[in-house]
Each structure stands twice: as C-alpha cells, then as structure tokens.
C-alpha cells in the first residue's frame, strides 16, 4: 500500500528548492516540445535526459516527468490552431479543435483541451501512485521464469502492434532483439556479435542510441520540411474554461479516464490510440453526434483528457514491473537506470522514499502543466511559428552534445549519429521504432531469464508452463495480443472514419 | 508522385536481413553450450530464423505489388537537405574531437543554416556563436558534464 506520509514528504520534497525549478521547467519545456508539429514527448524526454546528469536523480526525475507529461498535452495545442498534431497522441484533437478555432474559439479549446489533459493526468497519476505499490509488492514472488513470462507478455503486443504494417514491427522488433544481443554473454560471459571490437562488449549504449532513434532521426524528418513549416497567426481569448462548460463534460473526463488507463496500461500502446478510442466512444455515445467535428467541447476534452490520462497507465508497469508502456516511458526507464536506478519490484523494496517523490512529482506534474498551460496559452501558441532553420540544427547538436557526455567517449557520438540516421530511414519506410527499443529492453530481460529459468530447472523448459504465475502471464500474453489487434484495428478504422468527412 | 510504392525498400530491407541472420547463426554456433549457461544459443536462434520467414514473407509481398505506399515521397531539394544534413552530421562526429567542440559547432551550424535556406548572415553567425558558447557554458560549467575535446576547445 501507499505510505501517505512518505507521499507527503514526497510532494514537499518536489516542492522544494532546485526540483520545484526543474519541475517548472520540464513541464514549460514539455509544453514548447510537444506544441511544435513533429516533435514529440519521447524526444523531448530524450534530448533532456543529458541535462539531468548533473542533477540530484529526483531532481533530474521530476523534471523529465514535466516534460512526459507536458509533451503529452502539449501535442493538442498544435492541433487546434494549425490541424497540425504537435504529437501523434493529439491526431484526434484536430477533429473538433481546429473547427472551434476556425469559429474564433481557439482559446476556449485551448482552455478545455489543458484542464481536460490535467483531469486525465491527475486521476492517472493517482491511480499509479495508489496501485503501484500493490503491483510491486506482488512482483517480489517472481522469479526468473516469471520475469521471462513477463517480457514474453511484452514482446508479443509490441511486436504486433507498430504502424501501419504488423510485418515489419516484427522485423523492428527482431532487430532490436539482435541488437540486445550485442555484447558480453549474461551468464556466460564471452563475446557476442562484437566483431571484435573492444567497444562493443557493453553492447550499444542505450542512451546514445535512443538519442539516435527518437531525437536525431526526427532532426532529419524535419529538414524534409524545413521550408515549409506552418505558420500561424491567432488571438486567443476565453482562455479559462467557465465552470458549466466543465461540469457539461464530467461524464466525458469519466469515460476518458477510464480509457487512458486501461490503454495506458497495456504494453505497446499509449496516448495515441487512447486518444481516438476515447474520441470516437464520446461520439457513440452523445446524444449529438453528428455536432462531432464541427468543433465541441466534448470532441476536445475526450481525446485530450484520455491521453494525459494514459501517462500514469503507461508508467505502471514500467516502475513495478521494468516493462516500459510505450516508447516514452522506454526513455525515461533509461533515464532512470543511468541514475542508476533499476526499475522493477526492488525499486519500490530498496528507494521507499524516492518512489513517493516520484508519484508526487507525476501528481504535481500535472498540476503544472495545467497552470503553465493557461497561463502561457499565448506564448506556446506563438512557439508553433519557431524557425525551423535554427531550431533543427539546435537539435542536432543538442542529441549530439547529449550523446557524447553520457560516457565521455567518441563511440557513443558515432552510435547516436548511424542510429540516428537508421531511425530516420525507418521512419521513412513505416518501419516503427518503438518496437525495436522496447524489444532491446524487453530481449535483455527475455533472454537473460529464460536462461535463469533452464539452469534452475536443470534445462527443463516445462519450468516455463508449471509455474502458476508463470502460466497466467502467458496465457494473458496471449490473450492480450489477441485483443490488442481487434483494438488496433478499430481504431485505425475509426481513424479512417473520422478522416473521412460524411 | 504521391501514393509511391515502397517496393525497393522492403526488398532492399528483406535482403539485408538475410546475411545479418546467417551471421547469426554463423556466430552463435561457436559458442560455448555449458548446461550452466543455459542454452546460449536457443533465443538468437529463434529470433533469426523468425526475423528470415519475416524477411521472406516481406519479399514475396513486395514483388507480388502488395508493399505498402509511401505517404510522402522524398524528391529534389527535401532528399539533398536531408543528405547533406547526413553528412554533415557525420563529418561533425568524426572531426569534433580533433578540432574542438566550439570551433566544430560554429562550423556545423553555419553550414546548416546555409543549406536549411537562411541567407540573413548576421543572424546566423550570430546563433553559430551563441549556441555553442551557451552549451559550454551550461554543460562544463553550470552541470560539469565535459563535452568534446580538441585542438581549439
């Protein structure tokens, strides 16, 4: 269970001197990142993550959970003043956001947008702080033919889960299985896939290579369009939302909610399809939907609440479990081992404390960007018109300077650049990169337990299937990637609906 | 142009894969196979031979004409940005730690500028100077984190 006075003393500490700062500033910079088309939560995450270095791991931890949690938002402000999503999660933002600014409501969208966004964080945020505790705790039985069940559980959704084609998420995430590979031997001990080469036996450095494939690669994207960026030019009033203009949407935050954790939770999948489940679930169920997309504050307050609302879903079992819920709790879960802390079970056993300021800084998290957010409505909104021409290359240097000071050394530099440019190539190609990070993750663990669980068993691989526990997540691995694919595809067909006008 | 195929990629991608997972199991089969280390071979064999019937499988729908379209092609001036970016962020690592990070910055971000479309000089030596001179002062001064060295630090 939560221990409320560790909470407390946890939100005093978030509150306090240098992490209260870092919490303002990852979440302002949360914001600018996440409202500026093509760059998104996780790249924010990764490109700050070198930033946090110097900094207490609580300090350098709030701050990366404001940037988490304001990118997230900060995707819809974009949507509605340019229909240009800032991040994937706020496609569904644009269906009613941008009709409302056509009709000169672009601040009252705005507005709703960033209390919804809160509402959704806020109950997340709770929801992990209060379950958590009680997953991490049943996680201590596991062993390793459990925490081999557990990566399978992954490995399956994320695999079958990325873009457009399930086909080449599975070549993604075979890849990244390969690449986890690279290095000393887990258990063994000699050389693997090294090529001889001295700098490989720790394998690729992670943090570089996420640098590379999240940040960098979309340096790249953007040089594509670098000429053509959208500009935009809106007076925003009504900014605060009126009180029955919320109390009109309770049900709405209700239903979105809920579907932000449940998706949330279910590895592979986060804000983005929570986002259009909760948008098209708000249009079946109106009263008026044929009002939906012409611009409405329930068609703004649905998706918006429901992907902040998968951030906390997404973190849970990343903290309990080390089983990162999308491709941005990846990068903070690799943020959180170079300061050297391993999440899984043990976190919550070992760092009682830092475990609490960790749930109050997302609970605070979400507080900040709503305040930011409407108090600085007119300033984010102008960020959209940044100049990509100084803004890419600052970039570029940013993932390159991040990625060199993380270990001091040339090599990392070089595996941040070819992954980069690799990144950039599957982007371009619909090859996803988030299954190829995760299953880097998630090999590790997969392949180093599996082995754990032969030698214990004397290489009887039935230990896998007669352990109970072991047996039930599998079952459930099963289960899970089975109905994540019926998920999926009715999302992408109620994307395809909601793109098509009627 | 819009709507074109990703024929090529797929199968140019497909082909990769086959010698990355022949070398697989070329490697792992001189590994020691001790019952103390538990099978080493087991899961790099495994995901090789499912990363082939991928590869295989996207191969066969790629010359059958069922690969996916690209949603934007890149053509002309975007594919010369992005390659000249490529090689300019190449030619970034490989000489950052001969000439120095600040020399190597202004550099990097000049030439950047220049190929992005910005023309305005003043601005842009202004920002080439700037930048790499606050990203000193933040991360080897305020954080202590050291960046690059090199002959002009």
């Known amino acids: 269970m939560v221990d409320l006075a560790l909470l407390l003393k946890g939100f005093g500490t978030v509150l306090s001197g240098y992490n209260f700062i870092a919490l303002i500033l990852g979440s302002f910079m949360g914001i600018i990142v996440g409202a500026i088309p093509g760059l998104t939560a996780t790249m924010g995450i990764a490109l700050l993550v070198p930033f946090t270095f110097g900094m207490s791991p609580i300090t350098g931890i709030v701050m990366l959970l404001g940037i988490y949690t304001g990118g997230i938002y900060g995707g819809g402000i974009a949507s509605i003043l340019i229909k240009t999503p800032g991040t994937p999660a706020a496609v569904a933002t644009t269906f009613d956001g941008y009709p409302m600014a056509q009709k000169g409501l672009a601040g009252k969208a705005i507005g709703i947008a960033t209390v919804a966004s809160g509402i959704g964080g806020t109950f997340t945020a709770l929801c992990l702080t209060f379950f958590a505790p009680i997953l991490a705790n049943f996680a201590l039985r596991f062993s390793a033919p459990e925490y081999f069940a557990l990566a399978v559980f992954g490995l399956s959704v994320v695999v079958t889960l990325a873009g457009r084609s399930p086909l080449k998420g599975l070549i993604s995430g075979g890849l990244g299985l390969l690449i986890a590979m690279v290095g000393l031997d887990p258990m063994g001990g000699f050389p693997r896939f090294t090529f001889g080469r001295i700098e490989l036996t720790g394998g690729f450095s992670f943090v570089p290579m996420l640098i590379g494939l999240f940040a960098l690669s979309e340096g790249f994207r953007q040089m594509e369009t670098i000429l053509t960026a959208p500009r935009v030019k809106t007076v925003l009033k009504d900014i605060i939302p009126k009180f029955r203009e919320l109390t009109a949407c309770t049900v709405t935050f209700v239903r979105s909610c809920i579907i932000g954790l449940i998706v949330g939770i279910t590895p592979a999948i986060g804000a983005e399809t929570s986002s259009l489940i909760s948008y098209a679930e708000a249009k079946r169920t109106s009263k008026h939907p044929e009002k939906f997309g012409t611009g409405i504050l329930e068609g703004v307050a649905a998706p918006q609440c429901a992907e902040n609302a998968s951030t906390g879903g997404d973190m849970l079992p990343m903290l309990t479990l080390g089983i990162p819920g999308d491709a941005a709790t990846a990068v903070l879960m690799g943020a959180l081992t170079i300061h050297n802390l391993q999440p899984g079970p043990l976190l919550f056993r070992d760092h009682q404390e830092l475990v609490h300021q960790i749930f109050g800084g997302m609970i605070l998290a979400n507080f900040m960007f709503v305040i930011l957010g409407l108090f600085f409505a007119r300033f984010f909104a102008r960020v959209i018109n940044i100049d990509r021409r100084y803004l890419v290359p600052l970039i570029f240097i940013a993932c390159m300077v991040g990625a060199y000071s993380i270990n001091n050394v040339m090599y990392d530099l070089v595996t941040c650049v070819c992954f980069g440019f690799i990144g950039y190539l599957m982007m371009r190609y619909d090859y996803p990169v988030s299954p190829m990070v995760l299953a880097q993750i998630l090999g590790a663990m997969m392949e180093s337990n599996f082995r754990r669980s032969l030698v214990m068993s004397s290489g009887d691989p039935l230990i896998l299937v007669t352990r109970p526990i072991a047996l039930t997540i599998l079952i459930l691995a099963v289960f899970a990637t089975v109905t994540a694919i019926r998920r999926q595809r009715r999302t992408f067909q109620a994307q395809a609906s909601m793109e098509t006008p009627t | ?153």
Not at chain 2, 87 to 98: N, P
Not at chain 2, 117 to 126: K, M, N, P, S, V
Not at chain 2, 135 to 143: A, D, E, G, R, V
Request: proline share 6%.
């Open chain 2, 1 to 153: 142009m819009a709507g074109a195929s990703m024929k090529k990629a797929d199968i140019l991608v497909s082909l990769i894969i086959v010698p990355i997972c022949l070398y697989v199991f070329y490697e792992s089969g001189n590994w020691p196979k001790q019952a103390l280390i538990g099978a080493p071979t087991l899961i790099p064999w495994g995901v090789a031979s499912c990363l082939l019937v991928a590869a295989g499988v996207q191969f066969v729908r790629a010359l059958t004409g069922r690969a996916l379209t690209l949603e934007e092609p890149l053509t002309g001036s975007s594919r010369r940005r992005v390659l000249f970016a490529a090689l300019l962020t190449g030619g970034y690592a490989a000489f950052v730690a001969y000439v120095g990070f600040l020399v190597t910055t202004f550099l990097y971000l000049v030439f950047f500028g220049l190929a992005a479309g910005e023309r305005r000089w003043g601005r842009l030596i202004a920002f080439a100077v700037a930048v790499p001179i606050a990203i000193y002062l933040i991360f080897s001064t305020t954080l202590n984190v050291p960046l690059p060295p090199g002959l002009f630090r």
